[in-house]
């Protein structure tokens, strides 16, 4: 056995470690600076209670964009020097950000251990490579993302961090192949477990769904499909759900072999990024496709978001979500003893909210971020739930999920069609979300971004928007100077969450003005960027009447996009007179 010796490294606080939304993200440069990444690590091993580092089995993976592979030696190394026992890795580096939270909840090592946490490396939809972005963040041992109070005391530790120990002298670990690998340390034996995650995933995933019924659906002829990686470590696992269990041809799968810098691309599955799929899919005007498949969706890099498409057809998430959860009982096998509740992040359209009213079900709003769903999810309140943000997931992980997401519909899609499947024509996409607008009413909804924004000019916008909520009939007399055919604003705030299970509270969480007709504007700033500021402009409508329900998006929301964008002075303040990207 190959035995290693413990260094403590001197090392001073470095600036602009604090974790963001989704932990700490940077340019590439800017980890490969001598001790940043050290730093980090050590002040994350820090701010964990000790039986989770001492003897403790910890996984540490990512999507394997650009530099995940040096920055998993080292934390093994690092681990190994802070007297964790067990390091699990996916195999090459790769595993997507819920396998990771499905691993920590369901996987057991060979002496019966269970990881108590995870370094994630990965910095989700945004770009890889050299000259792009990485990041860190860790999940504790329910599988979510680490709530507030340890990422602060995260940031805090790299505001004193004076050493990290680590094991400079063990070898590499071999990630390409699978099995364990043992040395000897100070404290003990140290182990690293390189394995295939996809097993325990597609475990999960097939106890959760019913893959014969979506088997007899994709073995359909009328039933084409178009899944599409972004090059990013879904493609880790979707040849083995799609093609080997579900029976989908190879052709249907597009950029699904992971690469280091995601081919190039933006692995951010929305209409402007994952373009060849949204051209497949006939939604490309520049490049109309004669013959689109009847269904298409995408993930991102970390695989943990999704977009999901019909022919011809794009599904707002904020539906997605509703109409999930509005089919799960019947048809979803996890789900059939009904539902403990739904929630949304605040700016994700109200379409759920009309849902769980219907259902009578209990429903939550919560701030950005999927940590607060798990929170209650982790309190049995919550089952199914879903973020404008293209994520959407349950309570059988503590992270959104993907390839789930896709499981989900493709449930549905087989439900709808279980006696159909020698008829002439399947049930669409298209038709299930026209057929629940019509039960439900529709949201229209559409979401700007403004990336990269100067910092200054943000938050200055946000504060005059801040200001102007002082007075609700100052508001109104503004607007209606703008446009007088949209409904009055009704209330004015800033979003503040009271956590209803440890009574934590969040204030700043998004600017909203409510109108008198259910319609709301949303400001917010992106807390994922990780360069200059990226504001959000999220735009929602209510439609009941089933006569009004068939509008195109961009026109029902035209008045109150105008609106939006004069009251924030969005142009003059930003230099910008377009959006980096419209969803
Ligand atoms: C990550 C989080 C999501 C969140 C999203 C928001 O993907 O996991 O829960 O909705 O970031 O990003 P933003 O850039 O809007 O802060
Ligand atoms: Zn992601």
Known sequence: MVMFKVSKVETAPIDGQKPGTSGLRKKVKVFKQPHYLQNFVQATLNALPANQVKGATIVVSGDGRYWSKDAIQIIIKMAAANGVKSVWVGLNGLMSTPAVSAVIRERSGSDGSKASGAFILTASHNPGGPTEDFGVKYNMENGGPAPEGVTDKIYQNTTTIKEYYIAEDLPDVDLSAEGVTKFGGPEGEFDVDVFDSANDYVKLMKSIFDFEAIQKLVASPKFTFCYDALHGVAGAYANRIFVQELGAQESFLINCVPKEDFGGGHPDPNLTYAKELVARMGLSKANPEANPPEFG???????????????????????????????????????????????????????????????????????????????????????????????????????????????????????????????????????????????????????????????????????????????????????????????????????????????????????????????????????????????????????????????????????????????????????????????
């Not at 259902?359 to 309190?379: C, I, Q, S, Y």
């Not at 309140?381 to 997931?393: A, D, R, Y």
């Not at 924030?568 to 969803?583: H, L, Q």
Request: hydrophobic share 40%.
């Open 297 to 583: 969706a995408a993930a991102d890099g970390d695989a943990d978001r999704n977009m999901v498409l019909g022919k011809r057809f794009f599904v707002t998430p904020s539906d997605s979500v509703a109409i999930i959860a509005a089919n799960a009982v019947k048809a979803i096998p996890y789900f059939s003893s009904g539902l403990k509740g739904v929630a949304r992040s605040m700016p994700t359209s109200a379409a759920l909210d009309v849902v769980a009213k219907h259902l009578n079900l209990k429903f939550f709003e919560v701030p950005t971020g999927w940590k607060f769903f798990g929170n209650l999810m982790d309190a049995g309140m919550c089952s199914v739930c879903g973020e404008e943000s293209f994520g959407t997931g349950s309570d059988h992980i503590r992270e959104k999920d993907g390839i789930w997401a896709v499981l989900a519909w493709l449930s549905i899609l087989a439900y709808a069609n279980k006696d159909n499947l020698q008829n002439d024509q399947l049930v669409s996409v298209e038709d299930i979300v026209r057929g629940h607008w019509s039960t439900y009413g529709r949201h229209y909804y559409t979401r700007y971004d403004y990336e990269n924004v100067d910092t200054g000019a943000a938050k200055e916008l946000m504060a005059n928007l801040v200001k102007l909520q002082a007075s609700i009939p100052d508001v109104n007399k503004i607007i209606k100077g703008i446009r007088s055919d949209v409904a009055e604003v009704v209330k004015a705030d800033e979003f503040e969450y009271k956590d209803p299970v440890d009574g934590s509270i969040s204030k700043h969480q998004g600017i909203r003005y409510l109108f008198e007709d259910g319609s709301r504007l949303v400001f917010r700033l992106s807390g994922t960027g990780s360069e200059g500021a990226t504001i959000r402009l999220y735009i929602e409508q209510y439609e009941k009447d089933p006569s009004k329900i068939g509008r195109e998006s961009h026109e029902a929301l035209a008045p109150l996009v105008e609106v939006a964008l004069k009251v924030s002075k969005m142009e003059e303040m930003t230099g910008r007179s377009a959006p980096t990207v419209i969803t």
